[in-house]
């Protein structure tokens, strides 16, 4: 069983920037796949970012070039860096956690909104 927890959502002003953390109850392995999603009222949970097993990573096109994700296993730990915020960026962000053989692992999510 694995627990994950977010932190760092808050207010902000359209420009502005947030770094999200997500705290696993243990380590991280490198065979995880780690990741950001959110969900704004009225619609879908959406994948903003991930890092899968083979270490690539993925963005939504609406976030590329502003957000990076990035991981510290050792740590137990994914962080989402996020700039050049966006009213549209508002929304509730949950971390995700797949692990091989036992699946899926989310978090309680961690409110962001972006003021103008």
């Known amino acids: 069983q694995v627990q994950l927890v977010e932190s760092g959502g808050g207010l902000v002003q359209a420009g502005g920037s947030l770094r999200l953390s997500c705290a696993a109850s243990g380590r991280i392995f490198s065979t995880d796949t780690v990741g950001w999603y959110r969900q704004a009222p009225g619609k879908q949970r959406e994948l903003v970012a991930e890092?899968?097993?083979?270490?690539?990573?993925n963005y939504a096109d609406s976030v590329k070039g502003r957000f990076t994700i990035s991981r510290d296993n050792a740590k137990g730990t994914v962080y989402l860096q996020m700039n050049s915020l966006k009213l549209e960026d508002t929304a509730v962000y949950y971390c995700?956690?797949?692990?091989?053989?036992?699946?899926?692992?989310w978090g309680q999510g961690t409110q962001v909104t972006v003021s103008s």
């Open positions: 995700k956690l797949y692990r091989v053989n036992m699946g899926d692992y």
């Open positions: 890092i899968p097993r083979g270490g690539r990573t």
